[in-house]
């Protein structure tokens, strides 16, 4: 029996009136599969990630999430636009951790952590914090669990984006872009980190990158988007290597000349 993709993108399109933004995307992503986005700004890279997390609204298509429908519900044989309970009950299965790190600047670490699992899971307190200080030890920082956003660094606080999402137990997690808003000396804890995940936990994850070298390491995957398309997809050794549409030679080109 053919496993069900985890993630399955079906001729999938984002349009802003006239612009369109995703044209018809065909993508899978397989359970445990580490696949990484990289392009040109204005290619469709995060809105890919947004529209999984339903913080934007597909034109046309389909996304499943192990086998379900997303967006649609299935009622009487027929796909229909889904009802919130429905779409509440799918995106319990995926994370996001965001560029902007995201915090609620008036809580620390630990009730930044603790405040979905309680009102979202229902979970009593002292579970929540034990499951937050676990993750919190994890990524480095169960020392700071009493900090409030404001009192830690650029890394310390994506640091704790990435816990807070994990508090939710999800199957699938995306990373857009999370190094971007970093000091250059930041960014290496935060990808060891990211690079902690796929070795020690059973994670499908998404990203959006333009951290070419890590892509490179981490991923199953690479995905090279250019005007709303997947240009050319493959395994890292082959994309980066000897890649073969010539927008993503000169892609890569550019990015290697700006060093």
Not at 30 to 45: A, F, L, N, T
Not at 172 to 178: N, P, T
Not at 237 to 250: C, D, I, S, V
Request: net charge positive; with cysteine.
């Amino acid at each position: 029996m053919i496993e069900q993709p985890m993630v399955r993108f079906e001729n999938v399109s984002k349009r802003y009136g006239s612009l369109t933004v995703l044209d018809g995307l065909d993508l899978e992503i397989k359970r445990g599969e580490k696949v990484s986005i990289i392009g040109p700004s204005g290619s469709g890279k995060t809105t890919v990630l947004r529209m999984l997390m339903t913080l934007e609204t597909i034109n046309d298509g389909v996304i499943w999430v192990e086998g379900e429908p997303l967006t649609h519900m299935q009622r009487n044989g027929k796909l229909v636009p889904a009802d919130i309970n429905h779409i509440r009950k799918i995106r319990a299965k995926i994370g996001m951790v965001f560029q902007s790190f995201n915090l609620f600047p008036h809580m620390t670490a630990m009730a930044n952590c603790i405040e979905a699992p309680i009102t979202v899971l229902g979970m009593k307190r002292a579970d929540a914090e034990a499951r937050a200080a676990d993750l919190l030890e994890m990524v480095g920082l169960g020392q700071k669990k009493g900090h409030y956003p404001s009192q830690l660094s650029g890394g310390q606080q994506q640091r704790v984006a990435i816990a807070r999402a994990l508090a939710m137990r999800p199957k699938i997690m995306l990373f857009d872009e999370v190094t971007s808003a970093l000091d250059p000396e930041l960014v290496g804890e935060v990808l060891e980190v990211i690079r902690k995940l796929g070795r020690e936990h059973d994670l499908t994850m998404f990203m959006v990158t333009h951290q070419m070298g890590f892509a490179k390491e981490f991923s199953d995957r690479v995905c090279f988007f250019h005007a709303g398309k997947i240009c050319e997809q493959g395994p890292p050794k082959e994309l980066f290597g000897a890649p073969k549409n010539e927008r993503t030679q000169q892609f890569l080109r550019a990015v290697l000349e700006a060093g």
